[in-house]
């Protein structure tokens, strides 16, 4: 427990010295005769009842600051997390439990030869642990695959084998999310192996909430979770298990100059009755594979052709970008196809309500969000081939974040929505960061931990939200973490990739604070903005500080 003294060592001196001159007091009172100043009954029986004494004075202390709400607001650490979990309840509010990552890892065999994975099989990655969750067979031919646990293998292009497993991470917390193609080992290897690797990104890896976190959510539990005020919306989406998690949201209605929808009339007023919901489902997007059917629409000079496929809104609503396009079943995913142009729009079609979205760039990053995408294939020969005919098959990676059709359906609800206007939810604007800088360090001394420090600064600023302004300090403070004692850092570059929901990409760069600029007319400020960072988009080098000898 916090809130019970572990060490003696750490009590208050002069909360010791008074309860000692208290108990001699108390004593001689009771016997007058007794010498409590020296000797045995004072020096040792007097000074450690006092100790014993200051140690149930502060655990009683400690009790009493977790039963307070503003003295665990001061100090949420010292506060025991069972008392400040009892004090909440009485606000409807419960801990969050956290929750273990989940995904598919993807084995890569040398033989077409049929393979067991055991239960409970540890595979190894980042110095993180997972384990299989069921056993796993490999099977030559769909023929053979008798249940959910047999898995075909299917042959690359490079002529070896492979076959996906599903696995859990043995620990809670948002660390267990790999990204795609994270290198993950068996600690048994199995027969013909070569290698294995996250077939997509890992889902779920919840944190435990910290009493923080939770004192910070406390407005959200006496709220009327119901679309009205902003804290009475966040209460009642948190309210749904399947949205608890929400990382941050932020609400854009009337009166704030981002709002466009709520003037859709021949008068240039904003008359209300529109919301924005911006929400960050989880702390970095996601990245979700589609195998889709691409067209030849143009051959280029080179004998290649540029092909085209589309995206559905359901396929990935409101997705961000297109991070990676390669044939399918290819083993080389470096790189991958440029993107030649992407053109989006807006779905509206359906029997359900819909809320009120005029043009492309309202739609942006909504689940009605959809898109034309065009790219220049550089291998394939397009000669024999007819265009608007040919079709070809490739696995396209996209980049977002999840879960906001699901909150769309919720707040459409006829229950829930607000009778007077509609709630359209977004994913932010993403700001992606790239982020370099240089540690020195003197000859002898052992290079720190760069994994460790990545993932930490990737933590940092992905819970850094809706603020509008990256400070430079962030990142620095968090890196020297992990310094020893005569090592320093250069200076700081951070520079900001803006998608905005338009199209346009717009770039931002500082070594102190990256600000978002107010642009209202395309919906971009500090309101609507959120900063992603990405292990792979953090550089750090380290060089040696060669110091003269003095």
């Not at 009475?232 to 990382?247: G, T, W």
């Not at 300090?473 to 020297?480: F, G």
Request: charged share 20%; with cysteine; aromatic share 8%.
């Amino acid at each position: 427990m916090t809130v019970q003294v572990q060490n003696l060592l750490t009590l208050d001196e002069t909360l010791v010295v008074d309860l000692q001159e208290f108990l001699n007091e108390m004593l001689q009172e009771l016997d007058p005769t007794l010498d409590t100043k020296r000797g045995v009954l004072g020096d040792l029986l007097g000074y450690y009842g006092a100790i014993l004494a200051a140690a149930n004075q502060t655990n009683i202390d400690r009790v009493r600051q977790s039963s307070s709400l503003l003295a665990i607001e001061q100090d949420p650490t010292l506060a025991d997390d069972n008392v400040v979990e009892a004090v909440l309840s009485n606000f409807l509010m419960e801990r969050k439990t956290g929750a273990q990552a989940t995904g598919q890892v993807t084995i890569v065999l040398d033989a077409s030869v049929s393979v067991t994975i055991s239960q409970g099989a540890i595979f190894s990655s980042q110095g993180l642990q997972f384990f299989s969750v069921a056993a796993f067979v490999s099977r030559l031919s769909q023929a053979t695959v008798q249940s959910s646990n047999d898995r075909l293998l299917t042959q690359l292009d490079d002529g070896n084998y492979a076959f996906t497993i599903d696995v859990k991470a043995v620990e809670v917390g948002s660390a267990g999310r790999l990204s795609r193609n994270a290198s993950i080992l068996p600690d048994q290897l199995p027969p013909h192996y070569l290698t294995s690797y996250a077939t997509a990104d890992f889902l779920g890896g919840e944190n435990l909430e910290t009493n923080e976190e939770l004192i910070a959510r406390m407005r959200e539990g006496l709220a009327a979770k119901a679309l009205s005020g902003r804290t009475n919306m966040n209460a009642a989406l948190r309210a749904q298990p399947a949205f608890s998690n929400i990382v941050a949201t932020s609400i854009v209605g009337l009166g704030d100059p981002e709002m466009l929808r709520d003037a859709h009339t021949i008068f240039p007023v904003s008359l209300g009755g529109r919301v924005d919901w911006y929400i960050r489902t989880q702390e970095r997007p996601l990245r979700l594979t589609l195998k889709k059917a691409a067209v030849l629409i143009e051959k280029t000079a080179n004998n290649r052709g540029i092909w085209q496929f589309a995206v559905t809104k359901d396929e990935f609503p409101g997705f961000y970008d297109v991070d990676l396009i390669v044939p399918t079943g290819t083993t080389n995913v470096l790189g991958g196809y440029p993107v030649v142009s992407d053109t989006r729009a807006v779905d509206l079609t359906g029997s359900d309500w819909v809320p009120d979205i005029v043009g492309v760039a309202e739609g942006a990053y909504s689940p009605y969000q959809t898109a034309v995408i065009r790219f220049e294939d550089t291998d394939t020969l397009t000669q024999s081939m007819v265009i608007n005919s040919a079709e070809q098959t490739y696995d396209i990676t996209l980049r977002g974040l999840p879960l906001l059709k699901d909150i769309q359906t919720f707040v459409n609800d006829r229950s829930v929505r607000n009778y007077g206007g509609d709630c359209l939810i977004k994913a932010p604007i993403p700001c992606f960061l790239a982020i370099s800088f240089v540690i020195f360090k003197p000859g002898p001394a052992v290079t720190p931990d760069l994994e460790a420090m990545t993932t930490a600064i990737c933590q940092a600023v992905n819970r850094y939200n809706f603020v509008g302004r990256l400070p430079v300090s962030l990142i620095a403070d968090t890196a020297h973490n992990f310094l020893d004692e005569g090592m320093y850092l250069s200076a700081i570059d951070l520079l900001g990739r803006i998608r905005r929901p338009d199209g346009i990409w717009t770039l931002s760069r500082s070594n102190s604070i990256l600000t978002i600029a107010d642009d209202h007319q395309n919906m971009v400020t500090g309101r609507t903005v959120c900063f992603f960072a990405e292990p792979t988009s953090i550089s750090i080098a380290v060089s040696v500080d060669d110091r003269p000898d003095i």
